[in-house]
């Protein structure tokens, strides 16, 4: 505790002693037991005042009456100079509380400031006022950190509030900033992900396959005959015997036969399946057959794929949602053929980080996918056997995974309550054409088409992501739908002779009517 006593003209003295702890107050409390002695706490009598001194900073004190001592309790914390018998000055040396009392000449207490002494704020209140005019906030110090209370009327706000007291306190400043700001835009962001693919697929398949048994010339030989018999009434029947005559002459005999298949599809999938045979017989022997094989196709078909998840999250926090499924997939296997697998999902999946930046912007980091499981680009593994090292058979048990077809985006994106965008967009052409043909005879005018196939496969698919974000509040359970809203089980008497499965939402066809169903389900969107 420190002592100024008084001098008669201005002076600054350094001379701190013990002194009295407390004068004669007008308000003490009375102790039970200690009739007539009276104790002042700190900030208790009628001359307390609190005050807070900026760090390296003073204050002027102006008495209406002439003081003979001035008593600090901790000069570490503040200082005092005593300029006139009714003029002090404080000044702040250090963060924290300390207390000062002035007397006057006869012992009264004239004054008792509670000083704490904390980093001065005005400059910085100024230029927040002055850069951001909109955020109601205060900026106080508490032994030495900052504390920042108050309302911003969007993140935006928030963040350079936050921004400007660190640049004002420093980087070489250990202050804490505790920021208890609150931001007063909505906070709840209901996103809504339309996700629309269109696939068309044209195949065309045209084959010819010729076949042929030629024989001609002058030359004999004998081919293999069946031998008829007549039964008990002279009625002749196949006894199951051959016998060896002479056939027609012939100089030579083969067969022609083209197998000419479509490897893009892997096979012929239908379409006009054509045959012509011409067969030439001579007497009841089969001289010569030809013979053609056509297939053709042209198959186009259209493909509509239509998702929209919607999600809501608090601003600043993140929200994941899947609609489909997990498969597994074996990841390990121990000595004994034990399999460890691990389970991948697939379908509609979105996730999204909202971020209010204000009522008119907010910022959105989303991520979106479409997956199916495919057969196209699985894999494949035997069963295998194995001995190993210590003699044991280890079998690995063979595995079919599926593979994925993904449409995936990812993005960060800035949009009003209510604004849409379309986030991603895809536009893919892929097309396959084979041509089996015969060497030589493709090149020969008209029908060198008849020793020629052609498969094509052609592939067009345009995807389009839009998000549209919402702020949204909660609303009364009364006000929700859900799709079971009004379906009930059709009675027995409809079952059987109506084949109804259940009750109508609409009549005669009509749309569901907007009471009965309101999507998105759970909140209202501005």
């Given at each position: ?12 003295t ?16 009375a ?11 700190p ?17 002027v ?60 704020m ?15 906030v ?21 963040d ?60 004999g030989?004998l ?5 008829f ?58 001289q010569?057959?030809v ?54 999902p ?15 912007r ?9 997956s ?155």
């Open positions: 505790m420190g002592t100024l006593n008084m001098k008669p003209r201005n002076s600054i350094g001379l701190f002693v013990l002194a009295m702890a407390a004068s004669t107050p007008s308000f003490a409390h102790e039970p037991g200690t009739q007539g002695t009276r104790i002042t706490y900030g208790e009598s009628e001359s307390s005042q609190r005050v807070t001194l900026g760090l390296n900073k003073s204050m004190i102006d008495l209406d009456q002439p003081a003979a001592d001035v008593v600090i309790t901790n000069p570490k914390i503040a200082d005092a100079v005593v300029q006139t018998a009714q003029r002090i000055i404080f000044r702040g040396v250090s963060y924290g509380q300390t207390n000062a009392f002035v007397f006057d000449q006869y012992g009264k207490q004239l004054l008792n400031l509670e000083i704490g002494v904390e980093m001065d005005a400059n910085l209140h100024s230029t927040i006022a002055r850069l951001v005019p909109g955020a109601r205060k900026v106080e110090g508490m032994n030495g950190n900052i504390v920042i209370t108050g309302n911003a009327s969007n993140l935006t706000e928030f350079t509030v936050e921004r400007l007291v660190k640049a004002y306190v420093g980087s070489g400043n250990n202050a804490d900033i505790v920021n208890m700001m609150s931001i007063s835009a909505k906070d709840q962001v209901l996103l809504e992900v339309r996700i629309v693919e269109m696939q068309r697929n044209a195949v065309k398949q045209l084959g010819v396959n010729l076949s042929g048994s030629p024989t001609f010339g002058d030359l030989k081919v293999e005959k069946q031998l018999l007549p039964d008990a009434n002279g009625v002749p029947v196949n006894a199951e015997t051959t016998t060896l005559e002479p056939g027609l002459p012939f100089d030579y005999s083969g067969n022609i036969d083209t197998g000419l298949s479509f490897p893009v599809q892997g096979r012929s999938i239908g379409g006009l399946n054509t045959a012509f045979n011409y067969a030439n017989y001579v007497g009841g022997d089969l010569s057959a013979g053609v094989t056509i297939n053709a196709l042209e198959r186009i078909g259209v493909v509509k794929t239509l998702a929209e998840p919607n999600m809501v999250a608090m601003s600043g926090e993140s929200a994941k949602f899947l609609a489909g499924g997990e498969f597994p997939v074996p990841i390990g296997q121990d000595n004994n053929g034990r399999i460890t697998i691990e389970f991948k697939y379908g509609v999946g979105l996730g999204f980080t909202p971020v209010v930046l204000s009522e008119g907010i910022s959105l980091k989303v991520s979106t996918e479409v199916e499981l495919s057969s196209q680009g699985a894999y494949q593994a035997a069963s295998t056997t194995t001995v190993d090292s210590d003699g044991n058979v280890v079998t690995q048990e063979g595995v079919t995974l599926p593979a994925l077809t993904v449409r995936r985006a990812e993005s960060t994106i800035e949009l009003p309550s209510g604004g849409s965008m379309m986030m991603a967009g895809l536009i893919q052409s892929r097309s396959r054409q084979n041509l089996d043909q015969l060497p030589g005879l493709k090149k020969l005018p008209v029908l060198g088409a008849l020793f020629q196939s052609r498969d094509f496969l052609q592939e067009e698919t345009e995807l389009v992501v839009i998000v549209t974000p919402y702020l949204v509040d909660p609303t009364a359970k009364n006000q929700l739908r859900t799709p079971a809203d009004g379906y009930a089980n059709a009675s027995d008497a409809k079952t059987i002779f109506f084949g109804k499965l259940n009750e109508q939402y609409g009549k005669d066809g009509a749309p569901v009517d907007a009471s009965d169903y309101r999507s998105p389900v759970g909140f209202i969107e501005e």
